[in-house]
């Protein structure tokens, strides 16, 4: 029923962990890695996919190989956060499965206001809230959508292609961060992540004000 599509560059405890927890999932996922650094030699975990890149190509071929999963429904996931129980994943198929008004499902998200910067705009993180929230866009670190919804995608933009994705796909439907999929996933160790950058804030703006009006 879903996919999961990983990259990995510098964490590869994180990726191992993943593996593990991933596999015991109640509806178990297909799982496909991009690997950043075959040098941690992650392929010998075994994955349904797998690809070895000699160059850091970051988050960008995540988009790419979602579109060559077998299943209805696709999640492209970063190596620094891991669900808490094995019905995560089964409740992100029900969702979408139950909901065709909605293109994808997030843990974080930004309600954007065209006259403030993204850093300042409205960010929706992954804790229990009421209710469901429709966002702007939806962060990389987690985000499910149907295969067909992304087929016709190609990202054009090597840096923060999240924000490009939350663009198309929201032209298709609603982006949503779930009541049901809150407080659900914990932090894993998050060393040379790209959001520790010190220009993060205003690449993620640049990207919004090319991709979105608002």
């Given amino acids: 029923m879903l996919t999961v599509v990983l990259t990995s560059y510098a964490r590869p405890k994180n990726v191992h962990l993943i593996h593990r927890v991933l596999q015991a999932q109640s509806v178990k996922p297909k799982l496909c890695l991009w690997d950043n650094n075959p040098t941690t030699q992650l392929d010998a975990l075994g994955w349904d996919l797998y690809a070895a890149s000699t160059e850091n190509r970051f988050c960008i071929p995540r988009w790419h190989m979602a579109k060559l999963a077998s299943t209805p429904y696709v999640a492209v996931m970063d190596d620094d956060l891991i669900p808490n129980d094995e019905n995560f994943l089964g409740d992100v198929v029900s969702i979408l499965c139950g909901r065709p008004e909605i293109a994808a499902v997030g843990l974080f998200g930004v309600i954007l206001q065209s006259e403030t910067c993204y850093r300042h705009c409205t960010?929706?993180?992954?804790?229990?809230?009421?209710?469901?929230?429709?966002?702007?866009?939806?962060?990389?670190?987690?985000?499910?959508?149907?295969?067909?919804?992304?087929?016709?995608?190609?990202?054009?933009?090597?840096?923060?292609?999240?924000?490009?994705?939350?663009?198309?796909?929201?032209?298709?439907?609603?982006?949503?961060?779930?009541?049901?999929?809150?407080?659900?996933?914990?932090?894993?160790?998050?060393?040379?992540?790209?959001?520790?950058?010190?220009?993060?804030?205003?690449?993620?703006?640049?990207?919004?004000?090319?991709?979105?009006?608002?």
């Fill in 123 to 214: 960010h929706i993180p992954n804790r229990r809230f009421q209710g469901d929230v429709n966002v702007s866009l939806l962060k990389g670190r987690f985000v499910a959508f149907r295969v067909e919804s992304i087929m016709d995608f190609t990202p054009v933009t090597f840096d923060c292609e999240d924000i490009e994705a939350s663009a198309y796909l929201g032209s298709l439907g609603t982006l949503v961060v779930p009541e049901l999929l809150s407080n659900r996933t914990r932090d894993l160790p998050r060393q040379g992540g790209l959001e520790f950058r010190p220009d993060h804030y205003d690449r993620r703006e640049v990207a919004r004000r090319r991709f979105f009006k608002c």
